[in-house]
Antibody
Framework: EVQLVESGGVVVQPGGSLRLSCAASGFTFDDYTMHWVRQAPGKGLEWVALITWNGGGTYYADSVKGRFTLSRDNSKNSLYLQMNSLRTEDTGLYYC???????????????WGQGTLVTVSS | DIQMTQSPSSLSASVGDRVTITCQASQDISSSLNWYQQEPGKAPKLLIYDASTLRTGVPSRFSGSGSGSNFTFTISSLQPVDIATYYCQQYDYPLLTFGGGTKVEIK
């Protein structure tokens, strides 16, 4: 059974930093692209970033480019999102998401964690 | 970046009704379009990928169609368990974007 368990969400002040983690199990982690998707309270879904199977490629939404860094440790089946220069608009539930594509690309989000809540507030 | 315009933003229909949601891309994305269901308080679930392929285990009352820049998601006979918000999502390389969502309620 695929499981994705996020952690690290807390209350942080504007301008602060935070690192989210995601522990994956139930599938061959290093075969798949992984993503973070976030959802502000009462709002829709926003794709945040992706990292390719070997960590060799990362892409970011314009809203977080230059502030967030995505990395992975395939030996630990783990995904990390380093979030710097946080803004109030970064507040939301952050989901760790597995990509469905098994050819090292990216297409659809087939498994989601339950999310970890990040609150940016003074 | 590709923008996804989803409509309507909300709808109310009766049990058994046919429900249709549309999603328009700001440019041609071929069939690079997926649909998700998010029930209240839960993580989203993938229902349809590549515009029209039903994910294994998803009820056949859900369907998707379209290509290019115009796409449609249909629930053939609305059931009480279908109360949720539905999102389209495009994956035209390299970035991904969601539509704004459609909240479906029972009349």
């Amino acid at each position: 059974e695929v499981q994705l368990v996020e952690s690290g969400g807390v209350v942080v002040q504007p301008g602060g930093s935070l690192r989210l983690s995601c522990a994956a199990s139930g599938f061959t982690f290093d075969d798949y692209t992984m993503h973070w998707v976030r959802q502000a309270p009462g709002k829709g879904l926003e794709w945040v970033a992706l990292i390719t199977w070997n960590g060799g490629g990362t892409y970011y939404a314009d809203s977080v480019k230059g502030r967030f860094t995505l990395s992975r440790d395939n030996s630990k089946n783990s995904l990390y999102l380093q979030m710097n220069s946080l803004r109030t608009e970064d507040t939301g539930l952050y989901y760790c998401v597995k990509d469905m594509d098994d050819s090292y690309g990216w297409t659809a989000f087939d498994y989601w964690g339950q999310g970890t809540l990040v609150t940016v507030s003074s | 970046d590709i923008q996804m315009t989803q409509s309507p933003s909300s709808l109310s229909a009766s049990v058994g009704d046919r429900v249709t949601i549309t999603c328009q891309a700001s440019q041609d994305i071929s069939s690079s379009l997926n649909w998700y269901q998010q029930e209240p308080g839960k993580a989203p679930k993938l229902l349809i990928y590549d515009a029209s392929t039903l994910r294994t285990g998803v009820p056949s009352r859900f369907s998707g169609s379209g290509s290019g820049s115009n796409f449609t998601f249909t629930i053939s006979s609305l059931q009480p368990v279908d109360i949720a918000t539905y999102y389209c999502q495009q994956y035209d390389y390299p970035l991904l974007t969601f539509g704004g969502g459609t909240k479906v309620e029972i009349k």
